[in-house]
């Protein structure tokens, strides 16, 4: 089923997600400046090139004996449909204590109700300018922290479609990115259409059993839409709720509950992934 042809039954779920999931209670992140004992908190609101105020958080590498930590990749994940930030925080954490600098950004500006998705796919190029800008920048924090020649887009559920659109834009740019990450994707039409014009990168998709939240596995035709082999997996177990970490209990009621195995699954595929092609060329071959 391509998603032109989703059925009645999937419209009426979303638009029952969509009510009630508006407004979710947001996940608690760690505080501002909180150290958690291998990654460092910032939390901002920064004003996009397209004039939206974007809330996000920022988590830093920080090593427990005070060494400095120096040129780590950078991973920019989006969350899903009528979701915020918060529902990465796990996972960013988990990410960063690995060695990631995590950048994870809302995808509806500050105060409103929505967006235009067009729109966040342009704040989502904007977020891959503005951090390689930082990295570049010798009177910035990140300077030496971060490294620009080495930044992966990742995104769950209508993140992932936003994360292919804004990966087809910056290769357009020709400003580099190193990887991208598909977790249970829904793709519009228009993602699609930006999938088949990829040049080839590593991409990582993972998809969940088929249900309405995740458009009856509408990933699987993401997948067959960019003309390069990517990695995949499909885990008949989890849900389209165990991408996040945490979630909660309006997407376990809606999309079918959630397991801290499959949960466990998704985070871990993902490491796997970073630290496979960040890896020195002299270890690639090993792994």
Request: charged share 20%; proline share 8%; glycine share 8%.
């Amino acid at each position: 089923m391509t998603v032109g042809k989703m059925t009645k039954t999937v419209v009426s779920t979303t638009i029952i997600f969509c009510v009630t999931a508006v407004g979710p209670v947001t996940a608690a992140v760690p505080e501002e400046g909180e150290n958690t004992g291998c990654a460092f908190v910032a939390h901002s609101i920064r004003v996009t090139s397209p004039g939206d105020r974007i809330e996000g958080v920022l988590y830093v590498p920080h090593r427990s004996d005070g060494r400095e930590v120096s040129s780590s990749p950078v991973l920019i994940l989006l969350h899903g449909f009528s979701r915020d930030y918060g529902r990465h925080a796990a996972n960013a954490i988990h990410y960063t204590c690995a060695g990631f600098v995590t950048y994870t950004p809302n995808l509806v500006p500050v105060n409103a109700v929505g967006s235009d998705d067009e729109r966040q796919v342009a704040n989502v190029v904007d977020h891959v300018k503005w951090l390689r800008a930082r990295a570049l920048d010798p009177t910035d924090p990140l300077y030496g922290v971060a490294d620009p020649q080495r930044i992966v887009l990742g995104g769950h559920s209508a993140g992932g479609a936003v994360s292919v659109e804004a990966l087809e834009g910056l290769q357009n740019e020709a400003v580099p990115v190193s990887g991208l990450i598909l977790l249970d994707a829904v793709p519009h039409e228009r993602t699609l259409e930006a999938a088949a014009k990829l040049m080839p990168i590593p991409i990582l998709s993972i998809r969940s059993r088929p249900g309405p939240c995740n458009a009856y596995g509408s990933a699987r035709t993401l997948e067959g839409a960019i003309p390069f082999p990517i990695t995949s997996f499909f885990v008949p177990s989890a849900t389209h709720c165990d991408p996040e970490s945490p979630t909660d209990i309006v997407c376990r009621l809606l999309c079918g509950g959630t397991s801290e195995e499959a949960r466990v699954f998704y985070r871990e595929r993902v490491l796997e992934f970073l630290q496979e092609i960040f890896a020195p060329s002299s270890l690639r071959s090993l792994l």
